[in-house]
C-alpha cells in the first residue's frame, strides 16, 4: 500500500481558495447579465381602481369599476311624472348606469320601484295598465262588502260622520286606499324589499315635509309603501302618513327637484328630470285642490330655479301632450321622455368621459411602445378581441386601464390587471386575468313549495363552465322571480355561498314565512273582529293575493278610512303590521228622491257602524214623502263571532198611498198601513250574496180612500220563509258587469203561526250584465213568481214603471202569479264632462194573472222605451219614454237614489 502525503504552507492555502471565489463571483456576475440580455424585466404593473358595490344578488363580493357616478333628481308633477320612466328606459338602452335616485312625489314612486328591481320595461307594462283616472276612487269594491254593505252604499247621497255628536271633516278628499293599495302590491312583487334604502340596486333618498314642524324629512330606510305613499301626499287630496312622531305629507311643498340631496349622496354627474307643473290657467282651478297645487307650484319656483343651475344636465317636461284620450297622453309624455333623453345622451357620455380623462390624467404619460401584447389565464375564454391588443403601437397606462374594465365588465374575472416588460430592447404587455372558479353545483336549501328542478333552470346553462358574476346574479333574480310569479312576494335569498375549492354555490331560500301578525292604530275594533276578517296566520307562507284580499276585506267593513300592510323582517320571520286608520262611527246619512209618481220623498238616517267595537251596526232610519212615511230601527250583524252566520232584526212602522188598477185600468187609491218586526238568520256566501231564514210578524191595514177596492181591512200576516239573494254587480246604479239573483219562498199559517190567513209565495228574479267594448253594456231579466189563491191583495204581485215595464204606471198590474222577461241595451256617452251621461233602450214581455188559470198567448203583452240618464254625486237623473202594446203609454222622469 501506498500512501501520499502533501504539506502545504498556510499562505499558499489561503491565496489559492481566495482566487476560487473571486472565479465564482465572476462566473455569477457574467451568468446574471446574460440572463439579463435574455430574461423580461418588469417595468410596471398597472391595476384597476374598483370600488365596492351593493349587489343584492350575487354570489361573489361585486365591485364596480371606479369612476364617475350619475344621480337622478326625479321631481314631482303628477301625471307629467311617467316621463321618468321614459328617461330611465333611454338610460338603460345607451348602458348609462344609475348610481343614486333622489325622488318627491311621483319621481319617489318611480325611483322607489326601480330601485327595488324593476326594469324599465316593467315600470311601463304597469303604467300601461292602470287606468289613472281611477286611482282616487277609494270606495270599497262592492266584491269585497257583505250584503248589508252594498244595499247601504245605494240609498244615500250625503254621509255626515260625528265625533262626540259634533260633525267631523275628513282631513283630505280621499284617504288614498286605493293607491296604497297598488303601491303595496307593487312592492310585494318587487325583486328587492329592503328596509334599508341603500342596500337597494343603487341608493335611494325619497323627500317628504313634515307638517307638525315645517321641515323636510328625507326617508333613506323604513318601509318604503309608507316612504313612497307620504311622497305623494297632496294635502287636501290624500291624508297624510303618521310615520314616527312625525305627519307627512307631499315632499313637494319643500323640494320638489332633489339636486342637492342627490349630489350629496356622492353623484359626480346629476340629471334634473323637471316634471313640475306650468301655472294653470284661471279656468283650470274650479277644485280645492287644483287650487292648492297652484299654490305649491309658486311656492316652489324659486327653489326649483335653484336646484336646476346646481345640476349638471337638465330634462324639462312642464306641458301635458294635447292628446283626447288618457292612453294618448301616458304615451306621448313616455316617447317625449325618450326622445328628449336620447338627444342628451352625447352630452352625458362627454361629461362622463371628461371626468374619467380628469381622474387618469396622471396615467396619460409615459408612452410606453409595445411590440408584443398576450394574456395570461384569459386566452381560453374568448375575450380577447373584446379590446385592443394591436402590437407595434404606443400605450398609455390610461389605454391599458381602459381595456382591463372592458375585460372585468365581462364578470368572468375576479381579478385584472396589466404588466409592462422589457426583454432584449422589446416591451411585451401582459393582461393578467384570474378567472372565477368553475361553478360545478348548485345546493338550494329551505326551499318547500317549489321543487329543486324549477329553481335550479336558471343555473344550467351555467353549471360546468367558469363562474360569470353576471350570469349568476341574473339566475338568482330568476329564482325570486319564480317565487313571485307563484304569489310567494316575501320569498328571498338568506344565504349565498360560493364554495371556491369545491365549485359549489350553496343557496338559502327563505320562503317568507309568517312570524307575527299585529295590528296598530285601532282604538274601538276589538282584535277578534280584525283576526276574523284578516285571514293571515302567524306560521303561514306569505301569500299576495291572500294579502290582498284580507287588506280588502278589512277595508271592505267600511270600519276603516285605510287599511296599510307593511311587511317587517325579523330574525325569527316576517312580521305583518297592518296599520289601521279608524273612521268615526257615528254617521248621519241624507238621502231624496223624486219621481212623477210617488212625488218628492226624503229620508234621515243615523247610524253606529261599530257598536261596542263589534263591528256590527245600529241604524235608527225616518222617512217622509207626499206619499210616503217609514220609520225602522235596525240591528244587522254581517257575522257572528267568527262564523258565516249574519243576523237582522229590524222594527218598523210605514204608510203609503197606492192607486188602484184593475185589469190596467185605474179605479181607486187606497193607503197601506204596515208595522211588525223582521228577524232573520243567515249565512253568508263568501261575499257574494247570503241564504237565510226569517220570520215576519206584521199587522197590515188597507184602507180606502177612493173608488172600489178589494181586501179593504186589517191582517195580521205571520210568515216564515227562506231567501238567497246573490249580488255580485259591480256598482250601483249603472251596473257594467256581474249578475243580481234573488228566491223567496215565504209561509204564512194561521194554525202554526197565528196568522189571519195561510198561504204561500214563491218567487225568483235573475238579471246579468255584460259589458264589450267598454261603453256597451247588455242585461238580461227574468222575474217570475206565484202563489196561492188565498193571498191576500196587500201580497199580490206588481209590475210597472220606468224599472220595471214600460208604457205602465207603477204597479199598474198586479197578481197572484206573473211572469216578466226583459232585455236592456245600455251606452255610456263619450262626453268630456265630469258627469256621466248614459243612452238605454229596454224591451219587456210579461204577464201577471190574478188567479192561477190556463196560460194563453193573449196575456201577454209587451212594452219599449228609451231613457237618457245622468250619473250625479246626487244620485242617477233620468227621464224616460215608453210604450206598451196595448196602447198605453208614460212619460218617466226621476232623481235621486230609489229607496
Same mark, same amino acid.
Given at each position: 500500500?501506498?500512501?501520499?502525503?502533501?504539506?502545504?504552507?498556510?499562505?499558499?492555502?489561503?491565496?489559492?481558495?481566495?482566487?476560487?471565489?473571486?472565479?465564482?463571483?465572476?462566473?455569477?456576475?457574467?451568468?446574471?447579465?446574460?440572463?439579463?440580455?435574455?430574461?423580461?424585466?418588469?417595468?410596471?404593473?398597472?391595476?384597476?381602481?374598483?370600488?365596492?358595490?351593493?349587489?343584492?344578488?350575487?354570489?361573489?363580493?361585486?365591485?364596480?369599476?371606479?369612476?364617475?357616478?350619475?344621480?337622478?333628481?326625479?321631481?314631482?308633477?303628477?301625471?307629467?311624472?311617467?316621463?321618468?320612466?321614459?328617461?330611465?328606459?333611454?338610460?338603460?338602452?345607451?348602458?348609462?348606469?344609475?348610481?343614486?335616485?333622489?325622488?318627491?312625489?311621483?319621481?319617489?314612486?318611480?325611483?322607489?320601484?326601480?330601485?327595488?328591481?324593476?326594469?324599465?320595461?316593467?315600470?311601463?307594462?304597469?303604467?300601461?295598465?292602470?287606468?289613472?283616472?281611477?286611482?282616487?276612487?277609494?270606495?270599497?269594491?262592492?266584491?269585497?262588502?257583505?250584503?248589508?254593505?252594498?244595499?247601504?252604499?245605494?240609498?244615500?247621497?250625503?254621509?255626515?260622520?260625528?265625533?262626540?255628536?259634533?260633525?267631523?271633516?275628513?282631513?283630505?278628499?280621499?284617504?288614498?286606499?286605493?293607491?296604497?293599495?297598488?303601491?303595496?302590491?307593487?312592492?310585494?312583487?318587487?325583486?328587492?324589499?329592503?328596509?334599508?334604502?341603500?342596500?337597494?340596486?343603487?341608493?335611494?333618498?325619497?323627500?317628504?315635509?313634515?307638517?307638525?314642524?315645517?321641515?323636510?324629512?328625507?326617508?333613506?330606510?323604513?318601509?318604503?309603501?309608507?316612504?313612497?305613499?307620504?311622497?305623494?301626499?297632496?294635502?287636501?287630496?290624500?291624508?297624510?302618513?303618521?310615520?314616527?312622531?312625525?305627519?307627512?305629507?307631499?315632499?313637494?311643498?319643500?323640494?320638489?327637484?332633489?339636486?342637492?340631496?342627490?349630489?350629496?349622496?356622492?353623484?359626480?354627474?346629476?340629471?334634473?328630470?323637471?316634471?313640475?307643473?306650468?301655472?294653470?290657467?284661471?279656468?283650470?282651478?274650479?277644485?280645492?285642490?287644483?287650487?292648492?297645487?297652484?299654490?305649491?307650484?309658486?311656492?316652489?319656483?324659486?327653489?326649483?330655479?335653484?336646484?336646476?343651475?346646481?345640476?349638471?344636465?337638465?330634462?324639462?317636461?312642464?306641458?301635458?301632450?294635447?292628446?283626447?284620450?288618457?292612453?294618448?297622453?301616458?304615451?306621448?309624455?313616455?316617447?317625449?321622455?325618450?326622445?328628449?333623453?336620447?338627444?342628451?345622451?352625447?352630452?352625458?357620455?362627454?361629461?362622463?368621459?371628461?371626468?374619467?380623462?380628469?381622474?387618469?390624467?396622471?396615467?396619460?404619460?409615459?408612452?410606453?411602445?409595445?411590440?408584443?401584447?398576450?394574456?395570461?389565464?384569459?386566452?381560453?375564454?374568448?375575450?380577447?378581441?373584446?379590446?385592443?391588443?394591436?402590437?407595434?403601437?404606443?400605450?398609455?397606462?390610461?389605454?391599458?386601464?381602459?381595456?382591463?374594465?372592458?375585460?372585468?365588465?365581462?364578470?368572468?374575472?375576479?381579478?385584472?390587471?396589466?404588466?409592462?416588460?422589457?426583454?432584449?430592447?422589446?416591451?411585451?404587455?401582459?393582461?393578467?386575468?384570474?378567472?372565477?372558479?368553475?361553478?360545478?353545483?348548485?345546493?338550494?336549501?329551505?326551499?318547500?313549495?317549489?321543487?329543486? @328542478? #324549477? %329553481?335550479?333552470?336558471? &343555473?344550467?346553462?351555467?353549471? =360546468?363552465?367558469?363562474?360569470? $358574476?353576471? /350570469? !349568476?346574479?341574473? *339566475?338568482?333574480?330568476?329564482?325570486?322571480?319564480?317565487?313571485?310569479?307563484?304569489?310567494?312576494?316575501?320569498?328571498?335569498?338568506?344565504?349565498?355561498?360560493?364554495?371556491?375549492?369545491?365549485?359549489?354555490?350553496?343557496?338559502?331560500?327563505?320562503?317568507?314565512?309568517?312570524?307575527?301578525?299585529?295590528?296598530?292604530?285601532?282604538?274601538?275594533?276589538?282584535? @277578534? #273582529? %280584525?283576526?276574523?276578517? &284578516?285571514?293571515?296566520?302567524? =306560521?303561514?307562507?306569505?301569500? $299576495?293575493? /291572500? !294579502?290582498?284580499? *284580507?287588506?280588502?276585506?278589512?277595508?271592505?267593513?267600511?270600519?276603516?278610512?285605510?287599511?296599510?300592510?307593511?311587511?317587517?323582517?325579523?330574525?325569527?320571520?316576517?312580521?305583518?303590521?297592518?296599520?289601521?286608520?279608524?273612521?268615526?262611527?257615528?254617521?248621519?246619512?241624507?238621502?231624496?228622491?223624486?219621481?212623477?209618481?210617488?212625488?218628492?220623498?226624503?229620508?234621515?238616517?243615523?247610524?253606529?257602524?261599530?257598536?261596542?267595537?263589534?263591528?256590527?251596526?245600529?241604524?235608527?232610519?225616518?222617512?217622509?214623502?207626499?206619499?210616503?212615511?217609514?220609520?225602522?230601527?235596525?240591528?244587522?250583524?254581517?257575522?257572528?263571532?267568527?262564523?258565516?252566520?249574519?243576523?237582522?232584526?229590524?222594527?218598523?212602522?210605514?204608510?203609503?198611498?197606492?192607486?188602484?188598477?184593475?185589469?190596467?185600468?185605474?179605479?181607486?187609491?187606497?193607503?197601506?198601513?204596515?208595522?211588525?218586526?223582521?228577524?232573520?238568520?243567515?249565512?253568508?256566501?263568501?261575499?257574494?250574496?247570503?241564504?237565510?231564514?226569517?220570520?215576519?210578524?206584521?199587522?197590515?191595514?188597507?184602507?180606502?180612500?177612493?173608488?172600489?177596492?178589494?181586501?179593504?181591512?186589517?191582517?195580521?200576516?205571520?210568515?216564515?220563509?227562506?231567501?238567497?239573494?246573490?249580488?255580485?254587480?259591480?256598482?250601483?246604479?249603472?251596473?257594467?258587469?256581474?249578475?243580481?239573483?234573488?228566491?223567496?219562498?215565504?209561509?204564512?199559517?194561521?194554525?202554526?203561526?197565528?196568522?189571519?190567513?195561510?198561504?204561500?209565495?214563491?218567487?225568483?228574479?235573475?238579471?246579468?250584465?255584460?259589458?264589450?267594448?267598454?261603453?256597451?253594456?247588455?242585461?238580461?231579466?227574468?222575474?217570475?213568481?206565484?202563489?196561492?189563491?188565498?193571498?191576500?191583495?196587500?201580497?199580490?204581485?206588481?209590475?210597472?214603471?220606468?224599472?220595471?215595464?214600460?208604457?205602465?204606471?207603477?204597479?199598474?198590474?198586479?197578481?197572484?202569479?206573473?211572469?216578466?222577461?226583459?232585455?236592456?241595451?245600455?251606452?255610456?256617452?263619450?262626453?268630456?264632462?265630469?258627469?256621466?251621461?248614459?243612452?238605454?233602450?229596454?224591451?219587456?214581455?210579461?204577464?201577471?194573472?190574478?188567479?192561477?188559470?190556463?196560460?194563453?198567448?193573449?196575456?201577454?203583452?209587451?212594452?219599449?222605451?228609451?231613457?237618457?240618464?245622468?250619473?250625479?254625486?246626487?244620485?242617477?237623473?233620468?227621464?224616460?219614454?215608453?210604450?206598451?202594446?196595448?196602447?198605453?203609454?208614460?212619460?218617466?222622469?226621476?232623481?235621486?237614489?230609489?229607496?
Amino acid at each position: 500500500m501506498r500512501m501520499e502525503i502533501r504539506l502545504t504552507h498556510p499562505a499558499i492555502r489561503r491565496s489559492t481558495a481566495a482566487a476560487a471565489l473571486r472565479s465564482r463571483w465572476l462566473l455569477l456576475v457574467l451568468f446574471f447579465a446574460a440572463a439579463t440580455a435574455a430574461w423580461p424585466q418588469r417595468l410596471l404593473t398597472i391595476p384597476l381602481p374598483r370600488e365596492a358595490v351593493q349587489a343584492p344578488f350575487s354570489l361573489v363580493p361585486e365591485e364596480r369599476v371606479a369612476g364617475p357616478t350619475v344621480g337622478l333628481a326625479l321631481s314631482g308633477g303628477g301625471l307629467r311624472g311617467i316621463a321618468h320612466v321614459g328617461v330611465l328606459q333611454t338610460l338603460s338602452e345607451h348602458n348609462i348606469p344609475i348610481d343614486y335616485i333622489s325622488g318627491t312625489s311621483i319621481g319617489s314612486i318611480i325611483g322607489g320601484l326601480y330601485a327595488s328591481g324593476y326594469s324599465p320595461e316593467e315600470l311601463w307594462k304597469i303604467i300601461e295598465k292602470l287606468d289613472l283616472g281611477d286611482l282616487l276612487n277609494d270606495s270599497p269594491s262592492r266584491a269585497n262588502q257583505f250584503l248589508a254593505e252594498k244595499q247601504k252604499q245605494s240609498r244615500a247621497f250625503l254621509q255626515l260622520r260625528m265625533a262626540n255628536w259634533r260633525f267631523y271633516l275628513p282631513e283630505a278628499i280621499t284617504p288614498g286606499q286605493k293607491l296604497t293599495n297598488i303601491l303595496t302590491d307593487l312592492y310585494l312583487n318587487a325583486p328587492l324589499h329592503e328596509s334599508d334604502f341603500s342596500c337597494l340596486r343603487m341608493p335611494l333618498k325619497i323627500q317628504t315635509t313634515d307638517l307638525l314642524t315645517g321641515s323636510k324629512i328625507v326617508l333613506q330606510q323604513g318601509n318604503l309603501i309608507e316612504a313612497m305613499r307620504a311622497s305623494i301626499a297632496v294635502p287636501l287630496l290624500l291624508l297624510p302618513v303618521e310615520y314616527n312622531n312625525s305627519l307627512l305629507v307631499d315632499g313637494g311643498l319643500l323640494d320638489n327637484l332633489p339636486v342637492e340631496e342627490t349630489r350629496a349622496m356622492g353623484a359626480d354627474i346629476v340629471i334634473a328630470v323637471d316634471c313640475t307643473a306650468n301655472l294653470r290657467a284661471r279656468a283650470e282651478m274650479e277644485l280645492p285642490w287644483e287650487l292648492m297645487d297652484q299654490v305649491t307650484t309658486i311656492m316652489q319656483q324659486g327653489h326649483n330655479l335653484e336646484q336646476l343651475e346646481k345640476a349638471d344636465l337638465i330634462l324639462s317636461f312642464k306641458s301635458f301632450p294635447a292628446s283626447t284620450t288618457q292612453h294618448e297622453v301616458v304615451r306621448q309624455l313616455y316617447e317625449t321622455a325618450r326622445a328628449q333623453t336620447a338627444e342628451i345622451i352625447p352630452q352625458l357620455k362627454t361629461l362622463l368621459e371628461k371626468r374619467r380623462a380628469e381622474e387618469r390624467s396622471a396615467l396619460n404619460s409615459p408612452l410606453f411602445r409595445v411590440e408584443r401584447v398576450s394574456f395570461s389565464g384569459s386566452s381560453h375564454l374568448g375575450f380577447t378581441d373584446l379590446i385592443d391588443a394591436r402590437s407595434g403601437r404606443p400605450y398609455t397606462p390610461a389605454d391599458i386601464q381602459a381595456n382591463l374594465a372592458t375585460l372585468y365588465e365581462t364578470g368572468y374575472f375576479e381579478q385584472v390587471e396589466a404588466h409592462l416588460d422589457a426583454a432584449g430592447g422589446d416591451t411585451t404587455l401582459v393582461y393578467d386575468c384570474m378567472p372565477y372558479p368553475e361553478l360545478k353545483e348548485i345546493d338550494l336549501q329551505g326551499n318547500s313549495v317549489l321543487v329543486d @328542478s #324549477v %329553481l335550479l333552470n336558471p &343555473f344550467a346553462p351555467l353549471v =360546468g363552465h367558469p363562474l360569470n $358574476r353576471h /350570469q !349568476a346574479r341574473e *339566475a338568482l333574480q330568476q329564482i325570486i322571480r319564480l317565487y313571485r310569479e307563484e304569489g310567494y312576494s316575501l320569498a328571498s335569498l338568506r344565504a349565498v355561498h360560493f364554495d371556491r375549492e369545491r365549485g359549489i354555490a350553496r343557496i338559502t331560500i327563505d320562503e317568507g314565512r309568517i312570524a307575527r301578525v299585529r295590528f296598530e292604530g285601532q282604538e274601538m275594533t276589538r282584535n @277578534s #273582529v %280584525l283576526n276574523r276578517d &284578516f285571514s293571515l296566520r302567524s =306560521g303561514d307562507l306569505f301569500q $299576495r293575493r /291572500q !294579502a290582498q284580499q *284580507a287588506v280588502n276585506n278589512l277595508y271592505g267593513t267600511g270600519l276603516f278610512n285605510s287599511v296599510t300592510l307593511l311587511p317587517q323582517a325579523g330574525p325569527e320571520g316576517w312580521e305583518l303590521i297592518v296599520r289601521l286608520h279608524e273612521k268615526k262611527y257615528t254617521i248621519l246619512r241624507l238621502g231624496s228622491r223624486y219621481d212623477l209618481e210617488r212625488n218628492g220623498r226624503a229620508f234621515l238616517e243615523v247610524a253606529h257602524e261599530n257598536t261596542f267595537g263589534s263591528g256590527n251596526d245600529i241604524i235608527l232610519h225616518g222617512q217622509y214623502g207626499d206619499r210616503d212615511h217609514k220609520l225602522f230601527l235596525q240591528y244587522n250583524a254581517d257575522r257572528l263571532a267568527n262564523s258565516d252566520l249574519s243576523f237582522q232584526a229590524t222594527a218598523r212602522q210605514e204608510y203609503a198611498k197606492r192607486f188602484y188598477y184593475k185589469n190596467l185600468t185605474g179605479v181607486g187609491e187606497y193607503e197601506r198601513r204596515g208595522n211588525g218586526a223582521h228577524i232573520s238568520l243567515g249565512m253568508q256566501i263568501a261575499r257574494l250574496g247570503m241564504l237565510s231564514g226569517f220570520i215576519r210578524l206584521e199587522k197590515m191595514n188597507i184602507h180606502r180612500l177612493s173608488g172600489s177596492i178589494i181586501d179593504a181591512g186589517e191582517l195580521n200576516l205571520n210568515t216564515i220563509g227562506l231567501n238567497s239573494v246573490v249580488d255580485t254587480r259591480d256598482q250601483i246604479p249603472f251596473p257594467t258587469r256581474g249578475k243580481y239573483h234573488t228566491f223567496t219562498y215565504e209561509v204564512s199559517s194561521g194554525k202554526f203561526l197565528g196568522a189571519d190567513i195561510s198561504f204561500f209565495k214563491v218567487q225568483n228574479q235573475l238579471t246579468t250584465y255584460w259589458t264589450f267594448r267598454n261603453r256597451n253594456t247588455f242585461s238580461p231579466r227574468l222575474l217570475w213568481g206565484t202563489s196561492d189563491l188565498t193571498t191576500p191583495f196587500s201580497e199580490h204581485y206588481r209590475i210597472g214603471g220606468e224599472d220595471s215595464f214600460y208604457g205602465l204606471r207603477e204597479e199598474e198590474w198586479s197578481g197572484r202569479n206573473m211572469v216578466l222577461g226583459s232585455l236592456e241595451y245600455r251606452y255610456c256617452l263619450p262626453w268630456k264632462s265630469y258627469l256621466t251621461f248614459y243612452l238605454s233602450a229596454r224591451f219587456d214581455f210579461g204577464a201577471v194573472w190574478e188567479n192561477s188559470v190556463e196560460v194563453k198567448g193573449n196575456d201577454f203583452i209587451s212594452g219599449r222605451g228609451a231613457a237618457l240618464s245622468l250619473k250625479t254625486p246626487l244620485g242617477p237623473f233620468s227621464a224616460a219614454y215608453g210604450r206598451a202594446s196595448n196602447g198605453h203609454d208614460r212619460f218617466y222622469f226621476s232623481a235621486g237614489y230609489n229607496f
